[in-house]
């Protein structure tokens, strides 16, 4: 008896140990991205031909330029880009997410239930660059037709309206699937005493269920704008790679992420100011999605239900 409790207390431990050690792992694995990214972005903004200012309020961005100058380094194009298509797309995908989601937890049979789900999560398996050319492929001529054809308005080939709209399509699944798992984990008894109250289905969902899956429903829309923030090869496929300070959706932008990848197929050697731009980017970009999943913890843990 002795023999099999001495036993078990070494397995506990042996797992225990090796539990802590992944855990240990994964934050040494974070902790070296984050001093790789910052030690170039770093080196990049000590150079003299670089000024931080300019950097974050400059409205010119030709990094690739053969004369250098801190005018030829202001990110707000970049920046303006990404938060625009980002917002586009979560305008998009956010109320047809959340749609879909309430849809599925409290009208869809069990039965439909279990097959519309999966085919909703088969669009988080297309990869990106095949999203990309759907974009550029049909979105784009139907923009250019409703625009250009029916209302007059010019359009660029590469626009951030045909990105923002097919990026909307790719975080769908997102927000849907984790909006549901919200909704679904509101304990039935809630649902039960509303209706006995003599409400309607719609005033259980929008009174009842939805501000008690509130704050899973959040992080459903803080994680898709992060996911719309990151992506890359559909919207440098689709935005084009024009970097310009413009709210008009209809024109080609340039996103960070976009950057990232044209200058990474360059030829910018290592080292060298042109590729540490890359890393001063990914710095920022770092930077405003960490904000946001800050933000995102912090109206999580505002609005959090707690059941028993």
């Known amino acids: 008896m002795k023999t099999r409790k001495r036993t078990r207390f070494y397995s506990e431990k042996f797992i225990s140990a090796i539990l802590f050690a992944c855990g240990i792992f994964s934050v040494l694995i974070t902790i070296g991205i984050i001093f790789s990214l910052f030690s170039e972005a770093v080196q990049f903004f000590l150079r003299p031909e670089v000024s931080l200012l300019k950097f974050f309020t400059g409205t010119t961005w030709r990094p690739l330029a053969s004369k250098v100058s801190p005018d030829n380094f202001g990110v707000l194009p970049l920046i303006t880009g990404t938060v625009m298509i980002a917002l586009i797309s979560a305008s998009i995908a956010v109320p ?18 279990s097959v519309l789900k999966p085919l909703t999560e088969i669009l988080a398996g297309i990869p990106s660059v095949v999203y990309g050319y759907f974009a550029i492929s049909f979105i784009t001529p139907l ?4 625009f250009e054809t029916w209302l007059g308005i010019d359009v660029s080939f590469f626009n951030a309206l045909s990105a923002s709209i097919v990026l909307a399509v790719m975080i769908i699944p997102t927000v849907a699937s984790i909006s549901e798992d919200a909704i679904r984990s509101v304990p039935q008894s809630l649902r039960a005493g509303a209706y006995s109250l003599g409400a309607t289905r719609f005033e259980v969902i929008t009174k009842v269920i939805l501000p008690a899956a509130l704050s899973g429903i959040l ?11 990151g992506e890359t090869m559909a919207v440098t496929i689709a935005a084009g790679a024009t970097p310009r300070v413009t709210f008009n959706p209809l024109e080609s932008v340039q996103t960070m992420t976009a950057f990232i990848v044209q200058v990474s197929f360059g030829d910018a050697p290592s080292g060298s100011i042109n590729g540490q731009s890359i890393f001063a980017v990914g710095a920022t970009l770092f930077l405003m999605t960490f904000i946001m999943n800050v933000i995102s913890d912090l109206i999580m843990n505002k609005f959090r239900e707690v059941y028993e």
Not at 97 to 113: C, K
Not at 143 to 146: A, E
Not at 219 to 229: K, Q
Request: glycine fraction near 6%; aromatic fraction near 10%.
């Open 143 to 146: 923009i250019q037709t409703i």
């Open 96 to 113: 047809l997410g959340l749609g879909s989601a309430i849809f599925l937890s409290e009208y869809a049979s069990e039965r439909l239930r």
């Open 219 to 229: 992080a459903a829309f803080i994680l898709a704008i992060s996911r719309a923030v």
